[in-house]
């Protein structure tokens, strides 16, 4: 049996700049002694990193764990298999058995935890695969404290690039990949009913988290294959390897990685960030040859066609399968004014674009002319998404702001925190038009305005 590593990470409740006190801890069974925080963060990584570093725990707790919790978590190095047959070799796991190994590492270290001091917060990071594994211990969780007059652990998960979430994920989007790759988590989706806060952040265009609502659209399928490269979301799961135009991610305003338009939403006891891509991945290419002018010249008009294979609508927290086309509803005059409109603002911004090819640069000023600087828009920080335990000292501030200024590239529009107000989205080019929902009813209409949405928990 192997033994598992532990990598400790301090993060004091302090300002926007927490910085980490690192430490190393070693949870075997030969008695080892440690001193860490009340509140652990068990740090799972993604495919091909089944050893977690102290780099990766240091960069999930400062970009993700932190700015979505708030802060006084000691991260903690969960390892698990991360394996994915062939892939990973003929000799490893398949996924699905991968999958269940790490579970069940996961629920040994979760549950001593929970015995050994049921008060103490628990988050849980996963990551990819691990995502997976951990929308199986929110599932079974759920299962194990419905009905009981017990109170509910006070656990947390923050999962990235979830393969299951409900409108997005490859898992969810088709059920029967789900069957083949996972037969033992007998899951296709993410549960958002539960008594434990969630954080689930994507990329889009990312395969695994943002596949297509329409996959017959082959120019939004290949693009999201080529968006198997935004699944690459921090500088460690690059192993120090970053390509061009592909943009690191964080979720703290004070970070050069933070993105203003992420798109936040909250259903039901999750709360979803959708951080755009800058780039539409079927263009990387051209752009790591040094072909990026021409890419900007092209690729505006191509991100609405590819659009249309979603469906922005619907929120994320609603289960949303593949479908074969949209629904005869969609054939709205509404609808074919929004699509002319984005085509005419995407032919504008790509006419822009070459015109600048043979546009001279900009005269530089004078020396010792110095232009008057630009103020900044005042940035506003919501309360942590989590709640503090009875007695426990007021967590840092989350840096998940309130106010979404654009979405995907379109006009601002204020978003309410996501804790406790219902979401607001946007849209995106050939997306259908917005509709907002309360978190507390959740009563969604289909296109035909006559279903009620399906936030049973998953069995």
């Not at 935890?113 to 103490?120: D, E, G, L, T, W």
């Not at 992420?262 to 006891?269: A, E, F, R, S, V």
């Not at 967590?395 to 979404?404: H, M, N, Q």
Request: glycine letters at 8%; a negative charge; aromatic letters at 8%.
């Amino acid at each position: 049996m192997a033994v598992i590593c532990v990598f400790s990470l301090t993060l004091p409740v302090s300002a926007a700049h927490p910085e980490y006190l690192r430490g190393i801890v070693h949870d075997g069974h030969h008695g080892s002694v440690s001193l860490v925080s009340a509140q652990s963060a068990l740090i799972m990584n993604g495919t091909y990193e089944p050893v977690v570093t102290a780099a990766w725990i240091d960069e999930v707790m400062s970009d993700l764990v932190a700015p979505s919790l708030g802060g006084g978590y000691t991260g903690e190095a969960m390892d698990t298999p991360e394996e994915f047959w062939p892939i990973s070799g003929l000799g490893s796991l398949t996924f699905n058995n991968s999958v269940k190994a790490g579970y069940e590492l996961l629920e040994d270290r979760v549950d001593s935890k929970i015995q050994n001091a049921p008060a103490s917060p628990i988050a849980v990071f996963g990551y990819s695969q691990s995502s997976v594994i951990t929308a199986a211990l929110k599932r079974n969780l759920a299962r194990e404290y419905a009905g009981s007059p017990t109170v509910p652990p006070p656990v947390s998960l923050v999962m990235l690039a979830n393969p299951l979430r409900p409108n997005g994920g490859i898992l969810s989007r088709l059920p029967l990949l789900a069957a083949l790759l996972t037969p033992w988590t007998k899951m296709d989706t993410t549960p958002t009913d539960t008594a434990f806060t969630t954080v689930d952040v994507a990329r889009q265009y990312d395969a695994w988290s943002d596949f297509p609502t329409y996959p017959l659209n082959l120019l939004s399928t290949v693009n999201a294959l080529f968006g198997l490269v935004n699944h690459w979301y921090l500088p460690e799961s690059t192993s120090g390897f970053q390509l061009p135009a592909i943009d690191m991610v964080s979720l703290d305003p004070a970070s050069p990685n933070y993105n203003p338009n992420n798109d936040i939403q909250q259903y039901g006891d999750t709360s979803y960030v959708t951080i755009p891509s800058t780039n539409l991945p079927l263009f990387y290419p051209l752009r790591w040859v040094g072909l990026g002018p021409l890419a900007d010249i092209i690729e505006p008009l191509v991100r609405v066609f590819v659009e249309l294979g979603y469906d922005r609508s619907l929120p994320y927290g609603e289960v949303v399968r593949a479908q074969v086309l949209p629904g005869l509803d969609a054939l709205t005059a509404d609808n074919a004014a929004l699509f002319v409109s984005d085509v005419s603002a995407a032919l504008r911004q790509g006419v822009e674009a070459a015109v600048g090819l043979f546009t001279p640069p900009s005269p530089t000023p004078r020396p010792g002319v110095v232009p008057a600087p630009v103020p900044a828009a005042p940035q506003r920080a919501i309360s942590a998404l989590r709640t503090p335990s009875p007695g426990e000292g007021q967590p840092a501030e989350s840096a998940i702001p309130d106010r979404v200024p654009e979405r995907f590239g379109y006009p601002p529009e204020a978003v309410s925190p996501v804790a406790n107000m219902p979401s607001q989205r946007g849209r995106v080019p050939g997306g259908r038009s917005p509709r907002t929902e309360k978190v507390e009813s959740l009563s969604l209409g289909s296109r035909s305005g006559s279903r009620t949405a399906d936030r049973s928990r998953v069995r």
